[in-house]
């Protein structure tokens, strides 16, 4: 056995001790001796104490490494729990647990690839798994892996098992070519598959490359568990937005219904909701607020469904009785679109819309509302009804010349419109303006708006009133006739 220091120290110092004073007395000798050997005995007790409680402490912290490991996947799950609980957007849930899942499994990277179905622009269609998160990816890109291909993903989506594999060199289903062009080494896989309530796979969990050996059965058994926590969160997300379309493409075909009675204001609703959002967007509203404007504007006729054909299709000018007919369809709007009950979100919709026709000075209709008591997002649908109404051919006039259409808006400033709108509106991006101009018609836009990329509309009214021409505006006069008299008859003529 291995003698401690202090021990040898004690052998050498009764060595030392025997040949060095004969003289000495030898009660002095014995006297010193047990003095020192009290002293190094002590020396040795403590050394040992030491010892023992850096061994102690070593183990402590051994025990509590164990008792972390332990509890990581615990402490991970809790964080996921808590992100279900506060967070309702699907991306930041599935980064929270992919997040995690990474740490809990103490993998290298974590994959969220989702089942879709691709149209070819041939029509025929194909199902693709596509990543819809992926930790430890640099420069996350999304990567496709066609389902009835080669792959790992592809292969647990089809058979639907976990598949767990600690080198994937070693096996023939693993395709070495994605480690090729990724410049990754993939050495352990484990792949769950997601499954729907119906049974029906949607997606793979995938992790890779667990940093201490290959993927445990516990580790599968933990996959599982967080696969069918991701597949209930995508199931709900997908089902949410298929109502969300259904709700969007109903009111569509709705604002759709009221535009086709009549081929001349056909497209005039989505016309006002493109405007609107350009507008909206300039002010920088918020996005929750773009959402209520697009139904807003997409609807704001709707009313004109009370209004008789008679009226709507009459050539020249409405009678004061028809028009009063006319301003029915605001508070129509109102009256049925009240009834759609609308998602929390949209609840403020049909009074936004009703209030398109309300002028700030309070004589508009139909409820007379002034300044700011008109809901700001009507301000802005006032402005882009106008201006689409006065720039689309209508039964009593042409398209209205754009230099007309300036002094109408510019006059209406702080009167019928919120001045900073108007101002706002003539700044947007000319091209932008004219592509919704264009978006409605029956043939596709014109190559030419591109033209329009460097100026403002209020640019354009500029040169067409008569403002000389910079370096590169030359051509844009007769390119915007071409543009905005396209499809009328050869004896146009411009009525106001
Ligand atoms: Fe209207």
């Known amino acids: 056995m ?31 001796v047990l003095k020192d050997f009290k002293d190094l005995s002590q020396f040795e007790e403590e050394l040992n104490r030491r010892e023992v409680s850096l061994i102690e402490r070593e183990i402590k912290t051994i025990r509590m490494q164990e008792e972390l490991d332990r509890l990581r996947p615990l ?39 989702v089942v879709e179905r691709f149209t070819e622009p041939g029509g025929s269609t194909s199902d693709e798994l596509w990543t819809y998160v992926a930790q430890g990816l640099e420069g ?7 389902l009835n291909g080669t792959s790992i993903v592809a292969y647990c989506a089809r058979s639907a098992e976990v598949i767990n594999i600690p080198d994937a060199y070693e096996d023939e289903r693993f395709d070495p070519d994605v480690d090729k062009q990724t410049g990754y080494r993939t050495r352990s896989v484990l792949c769950v598959p997601m499954t729907n309530r119906s049974g029906n796979v949607i997606g793979v969990f995938q992790v890779l490359n667990k940093k201490d050996g290959p993927f445990t059965s516990e580790d599968e058994d933990w996959l599982e568990g967080l696969a069918a926590v991701a597949a209930g969160l995508i199931e709900q997300a997908q089902a949410y937005e298929e109502i969300e379309h259904f709700v969007d493409n109903t009111l569509s075909v709705l604002a759709q219904t009221i535009d086709k009675r009549d081929p001349l204001t056909s497209g005039h609703s989505h016309r006002v909701m493109k405007y609107s959002k350009l507008l909206g967007q300039s002010m920088a509203i918020p996005d929750a607020d773009i959402d209520v404007l697009h ?62 026709h309300e002028k700030m000075d309070g004589t ?11 809901p700001f997002l009507a301000r802005i649908i006032a402005v882009a009804d106008v201006f689409d109404a006065l720039t689309s051919k209508r039964h009593y006039r042409n398209r209205m010349p754009i230099d007309k259409v ?20 003539l700044k947007l991006p ?65 009525l106001d």
């Not at 369809?329 to 979100?345: V, Y």
């Not at 109408?408 to 900073?420: M, P």
């Open 406 to 425: 300036f002094e109408i808006l510019n006059s209406g400033k702080d009167n019928h419109f919120e001045g900073r709108l108007v101002d706002t509106f």
């Open 140 to 146: 996350f890109r999304k990567l496709r892996v066609p």
């Open 295 to 356: 139904y807003s504007a997409l609807m704001h006729d709707y009313g004109k469904i009370g209004v008789p054909e008679r009226i709507l299709w009459k050539e020249g000018r409405l009678t004061p009785e028809e028009y009063a007919e006319v301003q029915k369809h605001a508070s129509l709007t109102f009256e049925l679109l009240s009834q759609l009950r609308f998602t929390r979100r949209l609840q403020d919709v049909p009074y936004i819309a009703s209030c398109h």
């Open 75 to 113: 402490s991970g799950l809790y964080r996921v729990v808590k992100a279900m609980a506060t967070e309702r957007r699907l991306d930041s849930l599935l980064d929270t647990i992919t997040r995690e899942t990474q740490a809990m499994l103490k993998a290298d990277r974590c994959s969220v690839f």
């Open 430 to 494: 000319c091209r932008e303006v004219l592509t919704v101009m264009e978006s409605e018609r029956d043939q596709p836009p014109s190559p030419e708006i591109d033209l329009f990329k460097h100026i403002t509309w209020l640019r354009l009214t500029e040169l067409v009133s008569g403002s000389h021409p910079k370096r590169g505006e030359e051509d844009l006069l007769n390119a915007f006739d071409r543009l905005y008299f396209r499809g009328l008859s050869e004896d146009y003529q411009a």
């Open 2 to 32: 291995k003698e401690s220091k202090s021990a040898q120290y004690l052998k050498g110092n009764k060595k030392g001790a025997a040949g060095k004073n004969d003289k000495e007395s030898q009660s002095g000798k014995t006297q010193r």
């Open 364 to 374: 508009g209709y139909y409820r007379g509302l002034k300044g700011d008591s008109i």
